[in-house]
T-cell receptor, first 113, second 115 residues
Framework: GDSVTQMEGPVTLSEEAFLTINCTYT??????LFWYVQYPGEGLQLLLK?????DKGSNKGFEATYRKETTSFHLEKGSVQVSDSAVYFC????????????FGSGTQLTVLP | SAVISQKPSRDICQRGTSLTIQCQVD?????MFWYRQQPGQSLTLIAT?????????ESGFVIDKFPISRPNLTFSTLTVSNMSPEDSSIYLC????????????FGSGTRLTVV
């Protein structure tokens, strides 16, 4: 079945540091890929998405590129802020009609001032 | 995208009791998903609820423990029955929005503590 393998945390960075959170997936066909963010005490919010190979999703300075050749969707941000401290989830949904999401394990990010 | 109102946002319940969680969507959706997020863990799909048919449960989840209702295309409930401390989790509903792979909207979650 489908699976998502996500870089284990926790990750602690200083403000303005570069962020990479690795995500690789296993799926049949051409899944859609997502990054969700969960701020402390809040629900899940969609951060960005990509629906086909070589698509780049971007939002709030975060980027991720759908790499089919390496089955990866790594999350990057050039300069993190304290307000980016949250848990980040990589997820996929199977190709075709809307299906449930398969989530990675989540990565806790803490940004220190 | 759709907006989901989920309630309650949190509850503390006694062992052996049941809690019903509600999700109201501001638009009609065919499919609704219920997830569980155990403390410090990722999200696990409990079941998929389609209007007019029985919910489809994932391995490890059964209807007697997590009965689901889906009376119309904008509303669903999940009941956590005969609760034990192991049921302490965040429960979330989700709906697909905008067609294939466009996105999924989540409710704000119900933080359940069983004592």
């Amino acid at each position: 079945g489908d699976s998502v393998t996500q870089m284990e945390g926790p990750v602690t960075l200083s403000e303005e540091a570069f962020l990479t959170i690795n995500c690789t997936y296993t799926a049949t066909g051409y899944p859609s890929l997502f990054w969700y963010v969960q701020y402390p005490g809040e629900g899940l919010q969609l951060l960005l998405k990509a629906t086909k190979a070589d698509d780049k999703g971007s939002n709030k300075g975060f980027e991720a590129t759908y790499r089919k050749e390496t089955t990866s969707f790594h999350l990057e941000k050039g300069s993190v802020q304290v307000s980016d401290s949250a848990v980040y989830f990589c997820a996929l949904s199977e190709a075709g009609s809307a299906r449930q999401l398969t989530f990675g394990s989540g990565t806790q990010l803490t940004v220190l001032p | 995208s759709a907006v989901i109102s989920q309630k309650p946002s949190r509850d503390i319940c006694q062992r052996g009791t049941s809690l019903t969680i509600q999700c109201q969507v501001d638009s009609q959706v065919t499919m609704m998903f219920w997830y569980r997020q155990q403390p410090g863990q990722s999200l696990t799909l409990i079941a998929t609820a389609n209007q007019g048919s029985e919910a489809t449960y994932e391995s490890g989840f059964v209807i007697d423990k997590f009965p689901i209702s889906r009376p119309n295309l904008t509303f669903s409930t999940l009941t956590v029955s005969n609760m034990s401390p192991e049921d302490s989790s965040i429960y979330l509903c989700s709906v697909p929005t905008g067609g294939r792979g466009f996105g999924y909207t989540f409710g704000s979650g119900t933080r359940l503590t069983v004592v």
